[in-house]
């Protein structure tokens, strides 16, 4: 079993994880305004509805087998 990834393979698992990335500080930062805006029950708020989002992400990183 090789580990070896060609060039494109590459680009491709960077591109993925900046995806990632920005997604999970989308996250954070919708968490830091709910909390400015309506305080503890903000973080409740928008804590719930990222389950989703997150579910969503887990399926995708497996190759999509949900």
Do not use: Q
């Given at each position: 079993?090789?580990?070896?990834?060609?060039?494109?393979?590459?680009?491709?698992e960077?591109?993925?994880?900046?995806?990632?990335?920005?997604?999970?500080?989308?996250?954070?930062?919708?968490?830091?305004?709910?909390?400015?805006?309506?305080?503890?029950?903000?973080?409740?708020?928008?804590?719930?509805?990222?389950?989703?989002?997150?579910?969503?992400?887990?399926?995708?990183?497996?190759?999509?087998?949900?």
């Amino acid at each position: 079993m090789s580990t070896k990834l060609t060039p494109a393979e590459k680009a491709a698992e960077a591109r993925a994880e900046k995806i990632a990335f920005m997604i999970m500080g989308a996250i954070v930062a919708a968490l830091v305004v709910g909390f400015l805006i309506k305080g503890v029950a903000g973080v409740g708020l928008v804590a719930l509805a990222t389950v989703p989002v997150i579910y969503l992400l887990l399926v995708t990183m497996a190759g999509g087998k949900g």
